[in-house]
């Protein structure tokens, strides 16, 4: 009898394990900023989720974007949390679901800027100014470091590859920052309310010489392994209205100031400018 005890309580443990691990839901972080702090800024997020979906939620922050896409399309991770150019990029590729929520920024609310820097101490003034000039940018697939900014050279009249020299990409807005601020580069491109966010930095020495067309904020998606079922998230996430006191609490160390429901109709005008800019 005490034998059978011993091993029925050893594979009611190790059933529990199997259940816990199969409970565990990861979400994939694009990492526009350094990995340790976009897990600070999202972690109360995860056990909000923990709470109301009843599963142990992990955040995953790969090491730049490529990376990130891989993490997606190899299917480690059931939920994506990335700038809109890489969601249509990832849906095209059919390892992508329709986005659940799209995310509601203090300044900006469900549409952002991306904008282009200098030093303060620069005497270049506006974008036709950057001619000649090297420029650094976060990555081939960042929407706010990339697209929205070659869309607005071209407006302006420059052309990619013949009128300016784009260095090497940085891979994090910071490091944009950090390329300009050190004189390697005449300008750079972030997404605009970065400057605020970067923590180990002076920023104060940086300004904006020009602000894009606004484009579709960042949405939350399931991805082609997601488990269980995606309706739980949605409904939590949107449970955190916008200015909520909750939603505060929970987001808003991450500058969001809620979730408001999400179409896949409405990031169009992403796919549009990626097609101009190169990235299909």
């Known amino acids: 009898m005490q034998i059978y005890t011993r091993l029925l309580f050893a594979l009611t443990l190790l059933l529990g394990l ?3 691990a199969y ?33 142990k939620v992990t955040l995953v922050v790969p090491a730049d974007f490529a990376a990130f896409k ?27 679901g329709d986005a659940l929520v799209v995310a509601s920024e203090k300044d900006s609310g469900t549409e952002f800027r991306g904008i282009m820097i200098a030093r303060k101490d620069s005497p ?16 081939q697939d960042s929407a706010g470091g990339y697209i929205v900014q070659l869309l607005m050279l071209q407006k302006a009249g420059l052309k990619k590859d013949q009128d300016f020299t784009i260095l090497p990409f940085a891979k994090k807005h910071s490091e944009v920052v950090k390329a300009v601020l050190e004189g390697k580069a005449d300008a750079g491109g972030i997404r605009q309310g970065d400057l605020e966010k970067i923590k180990d930095i002076d920023t104060s020495n940086i300004k904006t010489i ?11 998606y399931p991805t082609k392994s997601a488990k269980g079922d995606p309706s739980k998230v949605r409904s939590a996430l949107l449970a955190l209205t916008p200015d909520a006191g909750l939603s505060l609490k929970i987001v808003g160390d991450a500058g969001l100031r809620g979730f408001v429901n999400a179409t896949d109709q409405q990031f169009e005008s992403m796919r549009a400018a990626g097609k101009i800019a190169g990235a299909f």
């Not at 891989?70 to 059931?78: I, K, L, M, N």
């Open 23 to 55: 409970a565990e839901t990861k979400i994939a972080l694009l990492p526009r900023l350094p990995e340790a702090q976009m897990k600070k800024m999202f972690e109360p997020l995860a056990q909000y989720l923990e709470q109301k979906t009843g599963d």
């Open 124 to 139: 270049i003034a506006k974008l036709d100014q950057l001619k000649s000039k090297k420029l650094v940018f976060v990555d």
């Open 18 to 20: 199997l259940g816990s």
């Open 210 to 220: 020009a602000t894009s067309e606004p484009i579709p904020n960042w949405p939350l």
């Open 70 to 96: 891989q993490t997606v399309a190899s299917g480690q991770v059931d939920y994506a949390f990335s700038n809109p150019l890489v969601y249509v990029q990832l849906k095209k590729e059919g390892v992508a």
